[in-house]
């Protein structure tokens, strides 16, 4: 029987876009304010040369940043994480009562550890598991021979050359910080 452990904490990690500039503004202060100081940030990605599937509700020219955060987080609380993620999409859009934008904003989180990338999804399918309150997780990359590698179901975007190097950058993060906690703990 193997034993039982607690998980390592993982780097929590945010997948914004949206097609107005406001709305990163928005979402960063919530964010900041729920999770704590945001450590590593992308360069904005154009998310339409991706795919046009949230054109006719978000707009055609989709910005997207990826964020990290500086505190870590327990892998469990990624459902609770989703569902408040969820609400600032509500929220943002009951304040903006956009007439032609009809989801001003999408926020999808995940988190990070040395060998996956997790994200966080309402929807079900094949390769999705089931956490709780609604929630799945999706493995979308390994961290395998120094490299990300994609799965067959991974999004083209995160398998572009300029979001994997931003994600290694999370992972040297990661792996820095936790080599650090160690530390900390070994010389107490």
Not at 12 to 24: E, I, R, W
Not at 52 to 80: C, H, S, V
Not at 150 to 174: G, I, M, N, T, V
Not at 177 to 187: F, L, S, T
């Amino acid at each position: 029987m193997g034993q039982i452990r607690q998980p390592f904490p993982v780097l929590l990690f945010m997948a914004v876009f949206s097609s107005l500039d406001t709305a990163f503004t928005w979402a960063r202060q919530r964010a900041e304010q729920y999770f704590g100081t945001i450590i590593l940030e992308s360069d904005t990605f154009p998310f339409e040369t991706f795919t046009d599937y949230y054109a006719p509700t978000m707009g055609a020219i989709l910005p997207k940043r990826l964020w990290a955060f500086q505190n870590l987080i327990d892998p469990a609380e990624l459902p609770k994480i989703k569902l408040q993620t969820n609400n600032w999409e509500s929220e943002y859009q009951k304040i903006l009562k956009h007439k032609t934008i009809e989801r001003p904003l999408n926020l999808d989180p995940g988190y990070l550890d040395l060998g996956k990338l997790i994200l966080a999804s309402t929807k079900d399918h094949a390769h999705r598991i089931y956490l709780s309150d609604g929630i799945f997780a999706e493995t979308t990359l390994l961290f395998v021979q120094k490299k990300w590698k994609a799965l067959p179901w991974s999004y083209p975007d995160y398998q572009s050359e300029d979001y994997q190097r931003f994600l290694s950058c999370c992972r040297d993060y990661l792996k820095s910080k936790r080599n650090n906690e160690k530390n900390i703990i070994e010389n107490k």
